[in-house]
């Protein structure tokens, strides 16, 4: 059973910063699986943020977080990272990451619980 616990949201001015974790419970296997994070606004559909390989660890992000916000992973620790900076209050949201159903797989399949952020102005 694959559980994910993200934790590190919390209320932070505009302009600040934050980091959220996500640590995996499935231990030696989490370097095989690309892992994201996205994140829900009240009223709005679940948005992709940002993601990460296993292996090389490619990145891609969301337009709106480019430059702003960096996606890492620490395999040794089972753990993924989403560091924030420059927050904006538009990035207030339930930040939830995310691992893909396969290595091979581009679909996500597995949630945590969220985190939530609030970005105030």
């Known amino acids: 059973q694959v559980q994910l616990v993200e934790s590190g949201g919390g209320l932070v001015q505009a302009g600040g910063s934050l980091r959220l974790s996500c640590t995996a419970s499935?231990?030696?296997?989490?370097?095989?699986?690309?892992m994201g994070w996205f994140r829900q606004a009240p009223g709005k559909e679940r948005e992709f943020v940002a993601d990460?390989?296993?292996?090389?660890?490619?990145?891609t992000y969301a337009d709106s977080v480019k430059g702003r916000f960096t996606i890492s992973r620490d395999n040794a620790k089972n753990t993924l990272y989403l560091q924030m900076n420059r927050l904006k209050p538009e990035d207030t949201a339930v930040y939830y990451c995310?691992?893909?159903?396969?290595?091979?797989?581009?679909?996500?399949?597995?949630w945590g619980q969220g985190t939530q952020v609030t970005v105030s102005s």
């Open positions: 499935d231990g030696y296997t989490f370097r095989s699986y690309g």
């Open positions: 990460i390989s296993a292996g090389y660890g490619y990145t």
């Open positions: 995310s691992r893909r159903a396969s290595p091979w797989s581009d679909e996500y399949k597995y």
